[in-house]
């Protein structure tokens, strides 16, 4: 049973690479997103989707793009990397809002360092 | 528009005594309620969850939570700690009616102390 899954672990960036981490899931969760932890702020969403072709923007989605060409991945884009995009993010999946209750699913994160 | 309040970045407890996490939300309609806990260098897993029903609910490890509509509320406890519950624990809520977006606390870094 993978769950999410999360790829890489750890990556670090020099200022204005990109790159995309990887999010896959294998419960054919409906709902899927991303979120970003920092010292002292908890878990801040980035960017979600309700299905595949549909996503939408979170509470710090500047800087970062994303797409769902299927419903098991959900991969995150950083465009031009910043210093203050270092963060340890975090993939979570869950069945469509509004079927009952929620609970949410998350991904081992991947720690970003951008130097 | 919903929030979480966690009072208390850090609390530290010896082994044996009660831990007690607070946790007070504001949402203009009946939430959903979760605590989660993260382990050093791991993702989040489920504690615990209120959804409707019994007030008191119970997780995993001996952990509960009571919510509580009148003081807008859903402290974690356990009766007696034990080493391995060091993490930090975020609690967290969700619409209701549309179940959706996850609003974390900034999280509460449990110590237990032998």
């Known amino acids: 049973n993978a769950g999410v899954t999360q790829t890489p672990k750890f990556q670090v960036l020099k200022t204005g690479q990109s790159m995309t981490l990887q999010c896959a899931q294998d419960m054919n969760h409906e709902y899927m997103s991303w979120y970003r932890q920092d010292p002292g702020m908890g878990l801040r969403l980035i960017h979600y989707?309700?299905?595949?072709?549909?996503?939408d923007q979170g509470e710090v989605p500047n800087g970062y793009n994303v797409s769902r060409s299927t419903t098991e991945d959900f991969p995150l884009r950083l465009l031009s990397a910043a210093p203050s995009q270092t963060s340890v993010y975090f993939c979570?999946?869950?069945?469509?809002?509004?079927?009952?209750?929620?609970?949410?699913?998350f991904g081992q994160g991947t720690r970003l360092t951008v130097v | 528009a919903q929030s979480v309040t966690q009072l208390g970045s850090h609390v530290s407890v010896s082994e044996g005594a009660l831990v007690l996490l607070r946790c007070n939300y504001s949402?203009?309609?009946?939430?959903?309620l979760f605590w989660y806990v993260q382990y050093p260098n791991q993702g989040l897993q489920l504690l615990l969850k209120?959804?409707?029903?019994?007030?008191l609910v119970k997780g995993i490890n001996g952990f509960e939570a009571e919510f509580k509509k009148s003081e807008t509320s859903f402290h974690l406890t356990k009766p007696s700690a034990h080493m391995s519950d060091a993490a930090e624990y975020f609690c967290a809520v969700s619409d209701r009616r549309r179940g959706d977006k996850l609003i974390f606390g900034t999280g509460t870094r449990l110590q237990v102390f032998p």
């Open positions: 209120y959804t409707t029903g019994a007030t």
């Open positions: 989707s309700v299905g595949a072709g549909i996503t």
């Open positions: 979570a999946s869950s069945v469509l809002p509004g079927q009952a209750y929620t609970e949410a699913f």
């Open positions: 949402s203009s309609v009946p939430p959903y």
